[in-house]
């Protein structure tokens, strides 16, 4: 509470020391004001109208129609001109492009009429921004160059190098960096003949940009320095501030975040004797970024907080959503999705609100970004389908194809490859069209991606050198080192290490360049992967111990913590348990920082290993909690994905359907009761959830490679025990659709009772199918205790409770008092659950279960006994072998579960039991097994 009150009157001391400096600037025209008349007051008005454009734009607009009246009055056509101007930079900053546009057309007539080249050319320049703006970059160039010419015969040297830097601008935009770097390098040549060193200072800022853009870090950074230089020695402030804030964002991209804040710092300091409050805020939104790359996320908020004030203060319109936006990174960071959607909801509704309408897809592509965190992917597809619509109305090629890509990634996410594929191919086009190599590349580079988790390593390694080409022919420095690693990865997994290397080294070797610490740091660890698959455990120890000391000054937690688990992994692997334990007790530590479930789940239960061996018992209790804890949070967020992506087809299908229905709307009945309809869509999601789960299961069978034989007999139990019951909900569901409006109040609960027990079968099955793959995949970790047999027999008979009530079946526990076996819980639960679900499927109404037990030296003998239809001689030895794969249908033609038969076995061989069965058909069936005593 205090640390926010504290914050609080910090910002309003701020914000009124900023007041009073806005103030100051233009109290002093004000007064002059008072005192102009005729030219003296329309020039007046003009400079007053300037001054207010970067704080009252309003107040600034109203003051350029009065100049405008003035030069009427005054008979001054060339201010009328310049009164044409102010009010498209009004518009502009509005973002009103089309009235922009109208203004600066005038007041080009005007100043061509006047004969006044140099001004007319400005206004040629001026409709070059506005197109530009609206991503028309023909137009633009071609107005740029208009006012190139005009600047050349009029002989304005300096106006003709910022005419080839405004045409480099739009050609760096479009990733035609050659191009753009001609430009440039001949706007710097000439600049340097002009003598003028603020010029030149803007061609060494252009020039640079373009350096630092291809990852020429190195080049870039010595061409700010220079430029820097020059602004010291001009009496522009506001210019050297953002010389020092060119240096700042290019050191914190660098990962140097001390030198950076430095820079903005300085910045900062500048603007706020001498720059306006846009400028303040500007910095103030620096210093965050800085923070915010650091992981120092209070901070980081502070100081967007401070420039979003300013911003307000002044409605600066632009600008106030981009702060929303950072606050809202924030949040992201801190997986508060919550405030995350506060915040980028409100920056759409102020772009919404100001007819930003070609930054609200920048809001869109945001909120959708956090739905993409949360695994909502049904909503995030809504609203990256709404930026592509607005792409496709606009024509909006770039926008459009960023937008696939996201798409693309939400179908990554989801494992549907196919359609991430399509997408990915579909942005490719568009940027192909565009003639934008960067992206063309950055596509390639998802492609990869694509394949690359799809496991298809050689459609992932053609598409990673593809991007590899388009970079090094455009000379994208950053980018052919990204692509160096990818390849190297794909080499790696491929387990052709010496290939591997070589282009770990050329990413190395280009990153060391660059000097690109966080970069530089990746590939040693990824190196450090290599090697310890080579298992030359001590160079590989050396690689990651360099990429730590790196990443301790430079990256965020999550990648610090990648790093130490790595070391930690290879001491604990020969069993050099004092420096294990150091390094991943501070891995947990940078873990949680990170709040990566992946990364904390693999920590923790190296540390229950490493607990469990050095016999610290309690410490690997806690860890093994911690670690179960994250294990079932990636199992459910894998499973959200699945049933996102059948939800996503359930929306597509059902407006499908919608459109059916409104066509042939007199000829369709619809369900109207309530009660009818909950039950419904609860079957639906529930139909989705038991296919998200077979997904699942059978992608896990997939990635072990386990015998065809195996995934065969998985299908088949799928097939008989899993089609029987999703058909009975399937018409059950018809039943209700195709009988009257209402039910009867019997029919209801009969209807009811079908559903809810058809649904307890399927969520049986689906409990077997994940324990079977857990244990095909070693998942299951069998901790054998003592268990009181009969408690835990009771805590069974709770379960099918409900089930045998519909029966009038009595269940009977006949385990005596202090009945104890040694075997895991867990499991032996499972055991009896599933052998208790078979005896009541095959028993007839108003029968008995019974569970006894019969116990000698060594063993206790437990046995599960029902009156129903019993098992011939023949189906009992396939039963035990494990070739019967038919289910039987039960007394009420329940489905049958050949694997839950098939689990117990293993389960019950797995707590060094047996199992066995004593049957006589259409009389009784007792399944045995036996089980260590305590």
């Known amino acids: 509470m205090n640390k926010t009150i504290f914050s609080l009157i910090l910002l309003c001391s701020f914000l009124y020391s900023v007041k009073l400096t806005s103030r100051t600037n233009t109290d002093s025209i004000e007064i002059q004001l008072n005192h102009a008349i005729g030219k003296e007051r329309t020039t007046t008005l003009l400079e007053l109208a300037e001054a207010y454009l970067d704080t009252d734009l309003n107040k600034s607009f109203d003051l350029a129609n009065e100049a405008f009246s003035a030069a009427i009055r005054s008979n001054t056509p060339e201010y009328k001109g310049d009164a044409m101007l102010l009010k498209s930079k009004v518009e502009y900053r509005r973002n009103n492009y089309s009235k922009a546009g109208a203004n600066a057309k005038e007041a080009f007539k005007i100043f061509t009429k006047e004969k006044n080249k140099a001004k007319a050319g400005i206004a040629l320049q001026m409709q070059g921004h506005i197109a530009w703006k609206e991503a028309n970059y023909s137009n633009a160039i071609k107005y740029y160059s208009k006012a190139k010419n005009i600047f050349s015969r009029s002989g304005d040297k300096s106006l003709q190098i910022r005419a080839d830097i405004n045409i480099g601008n739009i050609y760096n935009e479009q990733g035609k960096n050659e191009e753009a770097l001609k430009l440039y390098i001949n706007a710097n040549n000439e600049a340097g003949k002009t003598k003028d060193i603020t010029l030149q200072a803007d061609a060494l800022n252009a020039l640079a940009g373009i350096y630092w853009k291809i990852g020429q870090f190195n080049e870039a950074m010595n061409l700010y320095e220079k430029s820097l230089n020059f602004r010291k020695q001009c009496s522009d402030p506001v210019k050297l501030a953002s010389a020092h804030s060119n240096l700042g964002i ?60 300013i911003r307000k203060n002044i409605n600066d319109i632009n600008n106030i959503a981009k702060s929303l936006d950072n606050i809202g990174l924030v949040y992201k960071s801190q997986n508060n999705y919550t405030k995350a959607l506060e915040y980028f909801t409100l920056a759409l509704e102020w772009r919404e609100h100001n007819n930003q309408e070609k930054l609200i897809p920048n809001s869109l592509s945001n909120i959708a970004s956090v739905y993409l965190k949360l695994a909502k992917y049904d909503n995030a597809l809504d609203y990256y389908m709404q930026t592509l619509d607005i792409a496709e109305k606009n024509n909006n090629k770039l926008l459009s194809a960023k937008t696939l890509n996201n798409i693309g990634t939400i179908y990554l996410n989801l494992l549907n490859y196919e359609a991430a594929i399509e997408n990915h191919k579909k942005a490719l086009l568009q940027y192909i069209e565009l003639e934008n190599r960067i992206q063309i590349a950055v596509t390639h580079n998802y492609l990869g991606n694509v394949y690359w988790h799809s496991g298809n390593l050689s459609e992932a390694l053609e598409n990673y050198l593809t991007a590899l080409r388009e970079r090094e022919e455009i000379g994208n420095k950053k980018g052919v080192a990204a692509s160096y690693n990818n390849v190297a990865l794909i080499y790696r997994d491929m387990n052709k290490y010496d290939q591997s290397i070589q282009f770990y080294q050329k990413a190395l070797s280009l990153y060391s360049e660059m000097n690109d610490q966080p970069g530089y740091a990746m590939v040693l660890n990824n190196m450090g992967d290599v090697y310890t698959k080579f298992n030359k455990t001590s160079i590989a120890l ?70 469990y061996g050095l016999k610290t018992h309690a410490l690997a209790l806690d860890n093994y909690k911690m670690y179960e804890q994250y294990e079932d949070s990636i199992i459910n967020r894998d499973n959200i994905k699945r049933l996102a992506e059948l939800q996503i087809r359930y929306k597509l299908s059902r407006k499908e359907f919608e459109i059916q229905k409104l066509k042939n709307e007199n000829s369709i009945k619809i369900v109207k009761i309530k009660s009818q309809r909950t039950i419904l869509i609860i079957m639906a999601v529930f139909s989705l959830f038991t296919l998200t789960m077979i997904i699942y299961i059978l992608k896990m069978y997939r990635q072990k490679n386990r015998a065809v034989s195996i995934q065969n007999n998985l299908f088949s139990i799928i097939g008989h025990d899993l089609l029987i019951p999703l058909s009975s909900i399937s018409n059950l569901s018809a039943s209700v659709i195709n009988k009257s409006i209402t039910l009867s109040n019997l029919e209801e609960k009969s209807f009811k009772i079908q559903t809810y027990e058809t649904i307890e079968s399927v969520v049986m099955l689906l409990n077997n199918l994940l324990q079977w793959a857990k244990r095909i995949n070693g998942n299951i970790l069998n901790k054998k205790e003592n268990i009181d047999l009969r408690e835990i027999v009771d805590d069974c008979f709770k379960l099918i409770s409900i089930q045998t009530a519909s029966k009038n079946i009595i269940l009977k526990n006949d385990i005596s008092d202090n009945t104890n076996i040694y075997a895991d819980p867990n499991t032996i639960n499972l055991v009896l659950r599933n052998l208790l679900s078979n005896a009541l499927k095959y028993s007839y109404e108003n029968g008995t279960i019974r569970v006894f037990s019969q116990e000698n030296e060594s063993t206790v003998t437990i046995g599960i006994e029902d009156n ?58 007792i399944f045995y097994f036996s089980l260590p005593k305590t």
């Open 250 to 309: 290019l050191l914190m991209d660098k990962g140097n975040y001390t030198e950076a804040l430095q820079h903005h710092t300085q910045a900062y300091s500048i603007n706020k004797e001498n720059g306006t409050q846009s400028d303040i805020a500007y910095s103030l939104n620096n210093i965050g970024n800085v923070y915010w790359r650091m992981g120092q996320y209070d901070m980081s908020l502070q100081y967007y907080e401070m420039s979003l004030a």
């Open 868 to 925: 129903g239809i019993g098992i011939s001689k023949e189906k009992i030895d396939t039963l035990l072998n494990g070739t019967n794969n038919n289910s039987l249908q039960g007394t009420n033609k329940e489905s049958g579960n050949a694997l839950g038969l098939k689990l117990c076995r293993e389960f019950i061989l797995l707590n060094n039991g047996k199992m066995w069965i004593d049957s006589v058909e259409n009389k009784q069936t």
């Open 542 to 611: 050396d690689y990651y111990k360099k990429s730590l000391s790196i990443r301790k000054e430079t990256t965020l937690p999550r990648d610090i913590a990648i790093t130490l688990l790595n070391i930690g992994q290879l001491y604990l692997n020969n069993k050099n348990y004092p420096n294990a334990k150091k390094h991943l007790e501070e891995a947990k530590v940078f873990a949680l920082k990170s709040s990566d479930p992946e990364l904390i789940k693999n920590v923790t239960y190296d540390l229950y290993t490493l607990y």
